[in-house]
Every structure is written in C-alpha cells, then in structure tokens.
C-alpha cells in the first residue's frame, strides 16, 4: 500500500542564531546601538524600556515584543526609573511570511506567551551554567543544544503569525525627538547629495552644536556618520539587483568608485566585489536573510 507524502514547506525557518539571552539591567541603563544583517527581538520581562529604531522613538513596556528587521538601527535605555529585565533573540531567518513581523510591536498572550517562556527558559539554562562568561561560546560545541533551540524559536514565530493584534505604539514625543526625526528624515530623502552637518542643522533651524547634542541622544553614530551609514545600506540594497559599483557610487554621491570602495570597506569589512560574492550571493542562493554586516 502506498502512502501519500506531504512536503513540508518551511513558511519561517531559522537558519542561525547570534544571540539568546535574558538580563536585568540598572536604572542607568543605556545601550548605544547597532546596525546588523539579522532579526532581532526584544521581550521586556519586567520595567520599561526607550527604543529608537531608525527615526521613531518607543516606549516599551513589561509584557511588550518589539522586532527589529535586517539593517534597522536601534538603540535601547532603562525608562520611568525602571531597573528593565529583558530578553534579546536575534537570529538569520528566511520566510516571507517574516515580513508580517515587520515593525511589530505588540504585547504577548495566551499561547504565544506559553511558547516564548519555552524559548526563554530554554537558554536561560545555558546562560546559568556560564554565569561569569559569554555563555554563547558554548553553542558550537553543541549541535542539538542549538537545533532545538532554534526550533523553540520557530515555533514561538510561527505561534504569533496572523495572531497579535498590534499594542498601540507608545513613540515618544517632545521638541528633542521631533529635531532628531527631522534630521534622519532629512539624511533619508537625501542619500544621492552631499550633505553637510551644517546643512542638516541648518534645515532643522538649530545650530550645528545643538543638533549633535540631540542626536547623541537617541543615536550612538554621530551625525555624519549616521548618514554614511544609510548610504551603505542602500548601497548594499543596490549591490543585491546587480548595480555596478560605479553606477552606486555615482547614484550615492560618492567623489569615485575608489573612495566608495574604500568607505564600504571600513563600514561592513568588505569590499563591494567580495560583499557581494560572499554575502549576497551565497544568500540568494541558500534563501536567507544576510548577516554579516558589522556591528558598530
């Protein structure tokens, strides 16, 4: 007798996790923030966090998830004299239906929230049998340790697809926060000029001291180098549909193809030709998110 075989098609699949890990932090806490190529969320267990991701600034509070696509800037601080206990998973996954998780924010319930205390509790038993060091060492010496905890991570995603209804987003409001989103949008309509500190400051109608106070605010890049920063990730969106590199540097207002290399180098740790052959392709082919864009 014959059987019918169904084939399984992975709607979300995790192919490698960076990081699993929970902590409590001070009162003081503040995180500078990071750029990378991978998801990343953020659970606070207990108190109450500030986010800024890209040009918005958030309040998350205890119960309250928080994802953050490939190539998100973000930067987090303990908020409203909490001490935050938090949970951070970032991974590389493939699936489209991960783009539902876009910019989600939302507090968990009910069967979602069984599931995310499986994944939590998971590592935290790893994370205990190192408590003076980098626990995540470890992981390599441990295929079915990651294996299962890759697919407690799954499983916790593929739970909350379709079934979280948004939390109405907290963003933080006063005349700081407005100047610091008026600048990154600034930086953002402006990817293909050469823009100046000045010239940013000057749009904002605030002086050029005042603008780098703001923005070291809610950013751990300076100014000019927030903007550099958005050139590379574009530059790297255009690498991904086969844009020579001269007509990149060229579209980015870069002086020449040389400097524009050079640039990306110092940015990524690669140079356009090998970011491309190394990252983007071997991606395309495996169906995967990128993740090798260096932290900062």
Same mark, same amino acid.
């Given at each position: 007798?014959?059987? /019918? ?6 709607? +979300? ?13 001070? *009162? ?6 990071? +750029? ?16 800024? $991701?890209?040009?918005?600034?958030? !309040? #998350?509070?205890?119960?309250? $998830? ?8 973000? *930067? ?7 001490? /935050?206990?938090?949970?951070?998973? @970032?991974?590389? #996954? ?8 876009? &910019? ?10 069984? *599931?995310?205390?499986?994944?939590? &509790? ?42 979280? #209804? /948004? ?5 933080? !409001? ?8 008026? @600048? #990154? ?11 100046? +500190? ?18 070291? *605010? ?31 540097? &060229? ?27 190394? +990252? ?9 998110? /990128? ?6």
């Amino acid at each position: 007798m014959l059987f /019918p075989e169904y084939d399984i098609k992975h709607i +979300i699949k995790v192919n490698t996790m960076v990081t699993a890990f929970q902590k409590k932090y001070s *009162k003081s806490y503040f995180y500078g923030g990071e +750029i990378h190529d991978f998801w990343e969320f953020m659970y606070v267990i207990d108190g109450t966090i500030g986010v800024t $991701i890209n040009d918005n600034v958030y !309040e #998350v509070s205890k119960g309250e $998830i928080i994802f953050l696509k490939p190539r998100q800037f973000h *930067k987090t601080w303990s908020l409203r004299g909490s001490s /935050p206990h938090i949970y951070i998973s @970032a991974f590389s #996954v493939s699936g489209e239906k991960m783009k539902e998780l876009e &910019d989600a924010h939302f507090t968990v319930t009910g069967d979602a929230y069984s *599931k995310l205390n499986n994944v939590i &509790d998971f590592f935290y038993e790893k994370q205990k049998q190192y408590p003076d060091e980098d626990f995540l060492t470890s992981w390599n010496l441990d295929e079915k340790f990651l294996q299962i905890g890759a697919n407690y991570t799954e499983i916790f995603l593929l739970s909350i697809l379709g079934n979280f #209804v /948004p939390t109405p987003q907290k963003t933080i !409001e006063n005349s700081e926060v407005e100047i610091y989103k008026r @600048a #990154v949008t600034i930086m953002t309509n402006s990817l293909t000029k050469h823009l100046t +500190i000045k010239d940013i400051a000057s749009e904002c109608t605030i002086s050029v001291s005042n603008l780098k106070r703001i923005f070291s *605010k809610f950013s751990s890049y300076g100014v000019h180098s927030y903007f550099i920063n958005m050139k590379i990730i574009k530059a790297i969106e255009m690498l991904s549909e086969d844009i020579s590199i001269a007509e990149i540097s &060229d579209t980015l207002g870069f002086n020449n193809p040389n400097y524009f290399a050079v640039v990306f180098k110092r940015e990524t740790g690669y140079s356009p030709l090998n970011y491309k052959k190394k +990252i983007i392709y071997k991606n395309k082919v495996l169906n995967i998110m /990128p993740g090798a864009l260096k932290n900062k």
